[in-house]
């Protein structure tokens, strides 16, 4: 009589063929792609191994009965499938993709088996019975680690979005908050339940309609967006927000909703603007300086090339400070400096540009002149204003402005030309006599002093 195979021994003697057929169907799961072959072969190894040893240990009744159940014995150390269900949940395999793996094993066995042994034994038939008991123990093992691990992940991620003090929802694809975590709520000073299904168009929000712009982007190019806007909330929480749009992929790669993070920056955003003011503005009259002049100049040569409008140049000197510093002192020198930059604004349209250079010397930029006496006229009267008495130090002192013009693009080009080209005229004024306006480069008489 024929020695019986035992399946335990079938396995071991048939592992490469197994795992053969292993690998085919590994393919066909979708995210096997993130683990290399030999990671494959060896989880199902190590499993079918085991289940060898167990089906070579002696069982009795009670344990027949438990494990026919699936209530077989834990083992005391972390079983192989607890390992496997651990493994897969932080690969990003989905449950069913999970279980696919044992039913791809418990295929490869029994069709092999059975064609090789059609007619088994009752010993054999007491081993496949046990084969798949041991599988289906395997099954759960590893579902209740994979399980344990997402509830843990998801208490994690649940605490981690509770505790950020960063405004953070979810929204499905109509734009709807399908989840809000407290901050969220904070911000918006409502409930969540007042939240959830809401829109930003629900919400009243006035930047609902980037914000539905941005999303649908997002959306159909499965990419992320980030955005600022300037926004108080009923919470009166800041009002300089930067905010990020991310995608949410399912395992098709297609977008089943997006993820919207704020974050306050309104003190860093006052912080900057602080910085980047002191550094384009004159401290003591708060007028743009020298920087911040040209760089307004060179926009508005591009804007004049562009649509053909005009552009003047002023450049003024005070006539007469160097007395006041001397005789009042700088302090009182720089209180009229202040009350010059003042009568200087007053002087102008509010889209022209009035600057301090430094020192005495102040710039305008007039925009939209359309010919000489347009500008002239604008002279005059800053003239006629810088005449009238200024109070400092409980003094009553005068001082005048001698004013040199330039045009674009008759004179210059450039933002330093059309500059470099209204100083010469400014000595031209002060050549002439002094409190007076010149224009660059002809023979027109200057302006006449104010009385």
Not at 221 to 249: M, N, W
């Amino acid at each position: 009589m024929p020695k019986t195979v035992h399946l335990a021994d079938f396995i071991r003697t048939e592992m490469e063929p197994i795992l053969q057929d292993w690998e085919e169907f590994a393919k066909t799961i979708f995210r096997t792609n993130r683990l290399g072959k030999a990671d494959l072969r060896d989880h199902a190894r190590d499993m079918l191994l085991e289940i060898a040893d167990d089906l070579d240990a002696c069982q009795s009744d009670s344990e027949k009965i438990a494990n026919s159940r699936g209530c077989g014995p834990r083992q005391e150390e972390e079983s192989w499938a607890e390992i496997h269900g651990s493994d897969r949940h932080s690969s990003g395999f989905s449950i069913m993709e999970t279980i696919s793996e044992f039913r791809a094993l418990r295929a490869s066995v029994v069709s092999r088996w059975t064609a090789d042994y059609p007619t088994a034994s009752k010993q054999q038939l007491d081993d496949l019975t046990r084969f798949h008991e041991a599988i289906d123990q395997s099954v759960a093992e590893s579902l209740e680690q994979y399980a344990t691990e997402k509830e843990m992940e998801t208490r994690l991620f649940g605490a981690i979005l509770f505790a950020s003090p960063d405004p953070i929802y979810v929204l499905d694809l109509k734009g709807r908050i399908v989840y809000a975590n407290k901050a969220t709520a904070d911000l918006f000073a409502l409930d969540a339940k007042e939240i959830i299904g809401k829109t930003a168009f629900d919400l009243g929000f006035s930047f609902a309609s980037d914000f539905q712009r941005n999303l649908e982007k997002v959306i159909t190019d499965h990419s992320t967006h980030r955005g600022k806007i300037r926004y108080t909330f009923a919470s009166s929480q800041g009002e300089r927000f930067d905010y990020l749009f991310a995608p949410v992929l399912d395992e098709k790669n297609n977008t089943e909703a997006a993820v919207c993070i704020f974050r306050d920056v309104t003190e860093q955003a006052i912080a900057e603007e602080k910085v980047w003011h002191s550094a384009h503005h004159d401290l003591l009259t708060r007028l743009p300086n020298r920087r911040l002049f040209l760089d307004r100049l060179e926009q508005e040569i591009k804007h004049s090339k562009r649509t053909g409008q005009s552009l003047s140049v002023l450049f003024m000197d005070l006539d007469g400070f160097k007395s006041v510093n001397d005789t009042l002192g700088h302090e009182a020198g720089d209180l009229l400096l202040v009350q010059v930059a003042e009568r200087l604004n007053h002087c102008v349209r509010e889209e022209d540009t009035v600057a301090r250079l430094g020192g005495d010397e102040f710039t305008v930029i007039l925009t939209g002149a359309k010919n000489h006496q347009d500008v002239e006229h604008v002279a005059q009267n800053i003239i006629d204003s810088l005449a009238q008495p200024f109070k400092v130090a409980q003094q009553s002192v005068k001082v005048s402005a001698s004013i040199g013009t330039t045009f674009f693009p008759k004179d210059a080009s450039s933002p330093i030309a059309l500059l470099e080209a209204a100083d010469r005229a400014m000595y031209q004024a002060k050549q002439a006599g002094s409190n007076r306006m010149c224009f660059y480069g002809t023979t027109h008489q200057p302006s006449r002093p104010s009385a």
